[in-house]
């Protein structure tokens, strides 16, 4: 007899699932901290959009998750040497390289990791290319990820599309997410989804939140 196929959007399983959090760093969202934009003022579209959306939703999924026993896992940009020289090919030539002494390397004071959740420093856009996270995850018995961070269509595209052909059930926040601009948002969104269930903070804030309630 054929077993049925699981559905992307599907109930989650206590015990089984993590908030994936990506590249949310100072570095990335304090105006003036990216040398590499110094163009972008306090009133860029991505300052906006992260400062009036995407971190404040953020901030409501980790109340969640934390309450109510899921998994959370933080990634970010940084290298593991003072001068870059383990980082991807990709990384010297754009060039990104954030020195593990940077404080503004880690990231923004509201979601920051607390007790002993995981934080794995990444050299490339792929969490799965340039870490564990593969071995931590089936370690920890997950098979429900939920990802949201920056840039939706960079680092947040690579984590659910390799999560997804990992054989990981993966959902994206949406408005938990950001990009350059809208318009970038919004056709990453549409690029991957076929990988992944799309739904918004509200959403997975009350599976959490169903999580925790007895059965």
Not at 49 to 54: E, G, K, L, N, V
Not at 178 to 199: M, S
């Amino acid at each position: 007899m054929t077993q049925a196929l699981p559905k992307r959007n599907e109930p989650f399983r206590a015990g089984e699932t993590a908030l994936l959090l990506v590249d949310m760093q100072r570095v990335w969202l304090e105006p003036g901290a990216d040398p590499a934009h110094p163009e972008r003022g306090p009133d860029h579209y991505f300052y906006r959009q992260t400062a009036s959306q995407t971190i404040p939703n953020q901030e409501r999924l980790l109340a969640a998750a934390r309450a109510n026993g899921v998994e959370v896992i933080h990634t970010i940009i940084q290298s593991l040497t003072e001068d870059g020289r383990d980082c991807s090919l990709d990384h010297k030539l754009t060039p990104i390289h954030i020195a593990p002494s940077r404080p503004e390397g880690l990231p923004v004071s509201s979601l920051a990791p607390v007790g002993d959740e995981i934080m794995l420093p990444k050299t490339s856009s792929g969490v799965f290319n340039s870490t564990n996270i593969d071995y931590v995850l089936k370690n920890l018995g997950v098979r429900y990820l939920i990802v949201a961070g920056i840039m939706t269509d960079q680092c947040v595209d690579m984590a659910v599309r390799d999560a997804a052909d990992r054989g990981y059930l993966v959902t994206c926040v949406s408005d938990a997410c950001a990009a350059a601009t809208q318009e970038r948002h919004d056709g990453a969104l549409k690029a991957f989804g076929g990988y992944c269930w799309v739904t918004d903070t509200a959403t997975i804030a009350a599976r959490f939140e169903a999580l925790g309630k007895p059965a």
